[in-house]
DNA sequence: ATAAGGCCGTGACCTATATCAACGGCATTT
DNA sequence: AAATGCCGTTGATATAGGTCACGGCCTTAT
């Protein structure tokens, strides 16, 4: 059950037996059909989840009803709304299963745990976090300066997995853009090639 | 000198004189005048800055000339281009001073030092880059789902600081709009007021 | 098997923002 | 004090993308 966790952790850091016996002891299992919440906008978010099967988006809903979606989070990624997580402040985010999904839940507490405990989980998440910017300023910066079609090509390019287990209406909100202009770009793209 | 930089990082974590007396041999004081780059485009960023004084923007450029600041930077902040710093790849983004700035470079090499050195420096960029994830997260929702003049109420109110000290056509460049639209904008609230 | 709803495509039209161009006011340089 | 850049403003026009409306095709539920 924890081996692949134990595998990703491992590309990054270096661990010893002992020390992931006690990290295993902070994780809760948690199944999640399709559909299902991990976390509703207002509430805070108990919990951290490191994704074993799956695929999970974390979304906002605007005032005219609109979703835009922050992230998608699939086999061997970590889900959270980390503001609400970190301060127990309410969510922002909504973060729902996409298919039928497996994870590990880590409390607040128990993280704090494992990264004082563990130095080594401190480094592991800062390198993820430090990743994890990098790529949310990309796409900022790919948001404010670019086409809607070159983002489009930028994430077929970055996440081609993504596109074919996601409906197209979702990779539209998480361009930034509606379902109709996608369509429209991909049917522009098809007609060109 | 170091004064300013034991008080923000002490803000965050603790540390002894010791530790913080090893944590000074490591830096690089610089002076920068307004328009001195620190990082151009392409090069490899050599250093991370903590500025003491003064104020600058990373930003890029794209194929039309435009520039698209993801960033301003001014005292007790942090600059660089993470992801050319980690890898030593070119940077592609540009950082220069926008006013005469005093900076505190540290070198990748001191900075691994430093991490592996003093555990509670690994803690206190962890939680340095946790913010700013969570900061980036929340302007590109913005940036993907408000109109240009919420984006620019939102900065009023986050930011009020940089709008005083930084030219306009720059803060439009921040919220990924023109310079016209933004004048207009402004010329709209205050007629509205 | 039929109904209901999610998903995708397409047309007609609308709107926010970009683009292009010109102008006036400050600073800075000569 | 004239000249040269920056900077912000304003007007006219263009355009990418949004909105609204409809229809067809699957999948899931009754």
Redesign the interface.
Known sequence: MFEFLRKKVGETIAITEEEFDFCKTLFIPKKLRKKQYLLQEGDASAYTAFVEKGMLRTY?I?EKG?E?I?QFSSEGWWVSD??SF?TGEPS?FTIDALEDSELLLITKASWDKL?DKI?AF??Y??IL??N???A??????S????TAEKKYLKLLDSQPDCIQRVPQHMIASY??ITRETLSRIRSQMSARK
Chains 1, 2 share one sequence.
């Open positions: 906002s605007d609109n835009h922050l980390l503001y970190l922002l990264l130095p401190e480094r998440f800062r976090i430090q994890n910017l990098i949310t300023q990309r796409r900022l910066i948001s404010i300066s670019e361009l930034g």
